[in-house]
Structures are given as structure tokens and as C-alpha cells.
């Protein structure tokens, strides 16, 4: 037999402008790009081996490491890849200008977003997961399996399974649930999207079938789609019913549905609050998530006219409401419209119309499972005293499939209720209390304010008292909330440590920080926490 190569069946179709190589050649810069791609990490690994270490660096986090001056990486391997993409972004600086140019020039040229933001008509954006959740497969259709999956999505549990279990929580302590789904924008304005008119709301093919599920799950459901269609209408009279640059709705559309649902409720003709009115001023989420420019935006700022009433969360009411930041859009400062806390959201246009004070448990980014999670926490006798729990959620967040719900950090999980009964804590009295602890507990927290959908929160930590320094003793143990970061920046309160001892200046929850109560981040449970700015280190 001939060790002669057979000849090559293609050389014809080869244009004469190939680079050709031999073969030793090609296996040269094979094993050379293969060696590039490997022995880093293999390095790393030998480098690291025999060291007493529960875990080794990754390529490159010694360098981000010394560059922002972190310690040693203590988290997941999983969290460890977030953060470390995330401060690459952050550490090579010359590339954040250069990207926010590119989406510029592809706004002012294309007419096109990013990932998050679609860009409509007459100065309309939109959010492209909520696209996603009006138009793809949905909570009750099984999405195709693909190579590419990630393996975790099949733990995802689907809506209506938790909603169900939760309901069925609810009636064994004799508390009826209310679900309101806020339409999703584009079901309402689908002309400013794709310049085609509709002839009513455009809803998810499913809609009709999750309707019905709720229902039997022993849920009462208030749909919002047909009245925000009337009201849209009107729109030359009262305004648009969504903001065109943010996901949220107007504050018209808000103040109808808290009408709305107060009607639903039969309750009314209570308490009467009292009413101002303001203007308040935000460029919109969709325009942040668009990431421009800050010296050359070309979106103008939106103004709205605030309806503010004075009326305050009450734990003590037999009324819940659990919601998003569609509860706390014109509530929260950190959503953008205003320096301080507002007092103009829902929560509070639902009190005036119920005519009775609500307990609000409202979390930005939480409506899926959070805020059901704090809520159960609550002592086992609180929460039998409760007749209603209203559950306002984005409808989007109900309608996403498997994978874009795992890819928007929506998560359906069930709940476990809190068994215990209340436990009477001593109030701080007027002027505070001084106090050394020590760190018993601290609740969990991302590692990486960026990562986040907003830009404050505070969290929880546990103390146990052993000194009283000024004022009384309020209890034995604490529950103390410390503000996490503000701006995305870390505080320095973040930085407790478990079994250090503090000093600590408290203050009433309710009267120090109130904004906070929108941006929880809590794994204890308690009805009265306390507030200390700085926990200050004993040595």
C-alpha cells in the first residue's frame, strides 16, 4: 500500500488567496493555542495546591483583588464568576465610555436598544422581557429541551403550583387572597410598539387558562387589562396610563386601580387622609437600562403630577398588601422620582380609598416570592389575625416562561409558615437607647450591590445585648436594621462580622429611615425591628 497522502478532492474550489500551511505547521499552532487556553488555570491550580485555603483564586482575581483592595473570595464559585465579570467591568474603565458611545450612536442611527430596552415609537420604550412574557411559551406550555440548556432550569417551578399551595396556606388560617396582575405595557399600547392598532387589550394566549387556575386555586383575581383600555381612551383628558420611559404605570392608572380594587374589596367610607398634590421628575428605568451617556442623553426628563396622602403601613391592620415596585414606585426615592419618601404610591392610594390604614410588605424585584416569604414569617397569631392578603404583581413576572423567568432572577418557590407566636419587645424610648452587643445572626445579601435592581437597601442583623451604655434595655436580643448600600455603594455597616461586639445607637424602626421598609433585605423574623446607622467596632 501507497504512504503517499491521498490528494486533497477540494483543491479545485480553493481561490488562489489561501494561505496554506503544512501539517506540521497546523499542529504547531494547534498545540500553541491550546497551551495559551490551559496552562494558565493549570498553573494556577499547582501554584495554589498544598496551601490551607477552602478556596483557590480563580485566573485573574488576585489582580481585581489587589486593584480594589477585597479579601480573599469567600463566596460560591457561581457568585464568584458573577463578581468577577462584574469588576472587570468595573476596573477597565476605558471600556464603560466606549460602550455607552456604541449604544449612542446604534439609538441615534438604528433606532435600536440593548438587551433590555426596545426602542418604539413617538418616543415610547419598552422592556424587552416583558415582550418576551406576552409572547412566548408561558406558564402552563413546556418549552423544547435544548443542548444548550442550562441543567438548573429544570428545578424552576412554574406560577401556578406556588400561587396554589399559598392560597391553600392562606384559607387554612382563614385569610382570603386577592391577586392583582398589573397589565403589562405593551398589552395596552401595542401601537406605540409595532404601529399596529388593536381593538382591545392584548393579552397571553394563556391568559384565559391562568384565569382559571387561579380561580380554582381559591384566589379572587382582579384583571386590570380592560379598565386600563378605557382609561386609555381618555388619554387626552387624564394622560397615558403607563410612563413612556419607564415600566411602570401613571400615577392615573395606579389611583384607578387602588379605586378599583377598594370597590372589589366593599370597602370604603372610612378614615379620611389627608391629600396634596406635587410634581415629581425621572427619566424613566428603560432609559438607565439603555445605559447612554450621561453628558449626552438625548431623553428628556418625564414629569408626573403626585397625588400625596399621608398614610402610613400599619403591622396591626387585618389588611396585607404584598406587591412590587409597582406598590412603590411614586413611594420609593431609589425608583427615581424624588429625594425623600413621597407617600404618593399605591399602598397609600389604597388606604384612602379603603378608607382604613393597610400592613404594606412591598419589596422592589419581589413580587414573585419575597415578599410571600416575609409575610410568612410573621408570628403564627399576627398572621391569623389577618382577613386579607391583596397580592399585587407585575403580570409579566406570571406570564415568563421557564427560561426567560430563570433569566430575569423570577423564581416561584414555596413558603413556609412561621409557627411561633409573638413575642412583646420593649419600645426604644423617645431620645434612644446606647447599647454594646455582640453579632448573632446576619441575613443574607448579594455580593455585589451592581447586580441588584435598585440602588439602596438595608439588612437585618441579630444582637445579643450585654451592656447598656445610655437609656434602657429594650430586650435581650435585637433585631436591628443596618443600611446596606446606597447609590449601589456599600455602607459601612456592611461589614459586621459574626461574634464581634458593637456599640450601637437605636432608634425606632418606623421613625428613623421609613424609605427603607421598601427595600428589605430580611431573613429574620420580627414585627419590631430597630434602626442604628454605624455599628461601631469594640475592640
Given amino acids: 500500500?501507497?504512504?503517499?497522502?491521498?490528494?486533497?478532492?477540494?483543491?479545485?474550489?480553493?481561490?488562489?488567496?489561501?494561505?496554506?500551511?503544512?501539517?506540521?505547521?497546523?499542529?504547531?499552532?494547534?498545540?500553541?493555542?491550546?497551551?495559551?487556553?490551559?496552562?494558565?488555570?493549570?498553573?494556577?491550580?499547582?501554584?495554589?495546591?498544598?496551601?490551607?485555603?477552602?478556596?483557590?483564586?480563580?485566573?485573574?482575581?488576585?489582580?481585581?483583588?489587589?486593584v480594589s483592595?477585597?479579601?480573599?473570595?469567600?463566596?460560591?464559585?457561581?457568585?464568584?464568576?458573577?463578581?468577577?465579570?462584574?469588576?472587570?467591568?468595573?476596573?477597565?474603565?476605558?471600556?464603560?465610555?466606549?460602550?455607552?458611545?456604541?449604544?449612542?450612536?446604534?439609538?441615534?442611527?438604528?433606532?435600536?436598544g440593548n438587551a433590555k430596552t426596545v426602542v418604539g415609537l413617538?418616543?415610547?420604550?419598552?422592556?424587552?422581557?416583558e415582550i418576551k412574557a406576552l409572547t412566548g411559551y408561558g406558564p402552563l406550555r413546556e418549552e423544547p429541551r435544548s443542548v444548550a440548556s442550562d441543567p438548573s432550569v429544570r428545578n424552576w417551578q412554574p406560577p401556578l403550583p406556588a400561587i396554589a399551595k399559598f392560597a391553600q396556606q392562606l384559607k387554612e388560617r382563614n385569610v382570603e387572597l386577592w391577586i392583582?396582575?398589573?397589565?403589562?405595557?405593551?398589552?395596552?399600547?401595542?401601537?406605540?410598539?409595532?404601529?399596529?392598532?388593536?381593538?382591545?387589550?392584548?393579552?397571553?394566549?394563556?391568559?384565559?387558562?391562568?384565569?382559571?387556575?387561579?380561580?380554582?386555586?381559591?384566589?379572587?383575581?382582579?384583571?386590570?387589562d380592560q379598565l386600563f383600555w378605557e382609561l386609555k381612551k381618555q388619554d387626552?383628558?387624564?394622560?397615558?396610563?403607563?410612563?413612556?420611559?419607564?415600566?411602570?404605570?401613571?400615577?392615573?392608572?395606579?389611583?384607578?386601580?387602588?379605586?378599583?380594587?377598594?370597590?372589589?374589596?366593599?370597602?370604603?367610607?372610612?378614615?379620611?387622609?389627608?391629600?396634596?398634590?406635587?410634581?415629581?421628575?425621572?427619566?424613566?428605568?428603560?432609559?438607565?437600562?439603555?445605559?447612554?451617556?450621561?453628558?449626552?442623553?438625548p431623553f428628556p426628563m418625564e414629569s408626573v403630577n403626585l397625588h400625596v396622602v399621608v398614610a402610613k403601613s400599619d403591622p396591626q391592620s387585618p389588611i396585607v398588601l404584598l406587591g412590587d415596585s409597582f406598590v412603590n414606585i411614586y413611594d420609593d426615592p431609589s425608583l427615581g422620582f424624588g429625594e425623600a419618601p413621597l407617600s404618593a404610591g399605591f399602598a397609600q392610594h389604597l388606604m384612602a380609598a379603603c378608607g382604613k390604614p393597610i400592613h404594606v410588605i412591598a419589596k422592589n424585584g419581589g413580587g414573585a416570592t419575597t415578599v410571600?416569604?416575609?409575610?410568612?414569617?410573621?408570628?403564627?397569631?399576627?398572621?391569623?389575625?389577618?382577613?386579607?392578603?391583596?397580592?399585587?404583581?407585575?403580570?409579566?413576572?406570571?406570564?415568563?416562561?421557564?427560561?426567560?423567568?430563570?433569566?430575569?432572577?423570577v423564581e416561584w418557590l414555596d413558603v413556609t409558615f412561621n409557627s411561633q407566636h409573638s413575642v412583646p419587645v420593649t419600645t426604644v424610648p423617645e431620645g434612644g437607647s446606647e447599647v454594646e452587643a455582640v453579632v448573632t445572626g446576619i441575613s443574607e445579601f448579594p455580593a455585589d450591590?451592581?447586580?441588584?435592581?435598585?440602588?439602596s437597601a438595608v439588612f437585618c442583623v441579630r444582637y445579643r445585648v450585654e451592656r447598656v451604655i445610655a437609656g434602657s434595655k429594650p430586650a435581650d436580643e435585637l433585631f436591628i436594621y443596618h443600611p446596606l448600600f446606597q447609590k449601589r455603594e456599600f455602607q459601612p455597616a456592611a461589614a459586621v462580622q459574626m461574634g464581634r461586639r458593637y456599640r450601637l445607637k437605636l432608634q425606632a424602626w418606623n421613625e428613623a429611615l421609613p424609605v427603607f421598609q421598601q427595600t428589605l433585605l430580611d431573613d429574620f423574623n420580627t414585627l419590631d425591628p430597630y434602626y442604628a446607622e454605624i455599628p461601631i467596632p469594640i475592640p
Avoid: C
Fill in 69 to 112: 483592595g477585597q479579601d480573599h473570595p469567600r463566596q460560591s464559585l457561581p457568585e464568584r464568576l458573577k463578581l468577577f465579570e462584574s469588576s472587570l467591568a468595573e476596573h477597565l474603565h476605558f471600556v464603560a465610555p466606549l460602550r455607552r458611545s456604541a449604544q449612542l450612536a446604534m439609538l441615534q442611527g438604528l433606532h435600536s
Fill in 236 to 297: 387626552a383628558e387624564g394622560g397615558p396610563v403607563y410612563l413612556k420611559q419607564d415600566t411602570h404605570w401613571s400615577p392615573r392608572a395606579m389611583e384607578a386601580a387602588a379605586a378599583e380594587l377598594a370597590k372589589s374589596l366593599k370597602e370604603g367610607a372610612g378614615q379620611e387622609f389627608s391629600r396634596s398634590e406635587i410634581t415629581a421628575q425621572s427619566r424613566g428605568d428603560l432609559v438607565e437600562k439603555l445605559n447612554l451617556p450621561d453628558h449626552d442623553n
Fill in 122 to 129: 413617538e418616543g415610547w420604550l419598552f422592556y424587552r422581557p
Fill in 372 to 409: 410571600r416569604e416575609q409575610f410568612a414569617k410573621l408570628p403564627d397569631d399576627v398572621v391569623r389575625q389577618k382577613k386579607v392578603v391583596i397580592w399585587v404583581l407585575a403580570a409579566r413576572d406570571l406570564f415568563l416562561s421557564r427560561s426567560e423567568a430563570t433569566a430575569n432572577s
Fill in 180 to 224: 392583582v396582575p398589573v397589565p403589562m405595557k405593551e398589552s395596552i399600547y401595542p401601537e406605540m410598539l409595532t404601529s399596529q392598532t388593536a381593538a382591545g387589550p392584548v393579552t397571553h394566549p394563556q391568559q384565559p387558562q391562568v384565569a382559571e387556575e387561579l380561580s380554582r386555586s381559591g384566589a379572587k383575581v382582579l384583571w386590570l
Fill in 1 to 66: 500500500m501507497s504512504s503517499q497522502p491521498l490528494p486533497n478532492p477540494y483543491e479545485h474550489e480553493l481561490p488562489p488567496e489561501v494561505l496554506r500551511i503544512g501539517r506540521g505547521a497546523a499542529w504547531l499552532v494547534t498545540v500553541l493555542f491550546i497551551s495559551l487556553i490551559g496552562l494558565p488555570p493549570l498553573l494556577n491550580d499547582f501554584r495554589e495546591m498544598g496551601r490551607e485555603k477552602t478556596v483557590r483564586w480563580l485566573p485573574g482575581e488576585r489582580f481585581l483583588a489587589a
Fill in 449 to 455: 450591590p451592581r447586580t441588584t435592581p435598585y440602588a
